[in-house]
């Protein structure tokens, strides 16, 4: 839903609708892990969620950040299908000159040129 959105939009979707989620999901590990023995596997997986909890929530705060990364896969896909193809560029600088045109390329596609 706040995907495409403005930024500011994006973070008032997240705070609302979010932040409530993420707090109660915040309150069920920390219930969870008193029951549990600490050398379990999932007491390990709530000590490592609850230790990175600031940096799994900070998109909360910011409309600027998106939750994942499928642009940038998206970007590099055509590059890693092709990079058999690329092992035949000719030389270090011609390999060299193929990156630089891929990033103009790259960078002309996102701004819509």
């Known amino acids: 839903q706040a995907r495409g959105q403005p930024p500011d939009a994006r973070q008032h979707i997240r705070a609302t609708q979010a932040k409530p989620i993420l707090e109660r999901f915040h309150t069920w590990l920390q219930a969870t892990l008193r029951t549990l023995s600490k050398g ?3 007491s390990k997986a709530i000590h490592y969620a609850l230790k990175q909890w600031d940096a799994l929530v900070a998109y909360v705060d910011n409309g600027y950040a998106e939750l994942d990364n499928n642009s940038a896969e ?3 896909r055509p590059i890693a299908l092709g990079r058999k193809n690329y092992l035949f560029a000719g030389s270090v600088a011609g390999g060299q000159r193929a990156a630089v ?3 103009i390329l ?3 596609k996102l701004n819509s040129i």
């Open 74 to 76: 998206r970007s590099l």
């Open 101 to 103: 045109l891929y990033s």
């Open 106 to 108: 790259g960078t002309a």
């Open 40 to 42: 379990s596997p999932l």
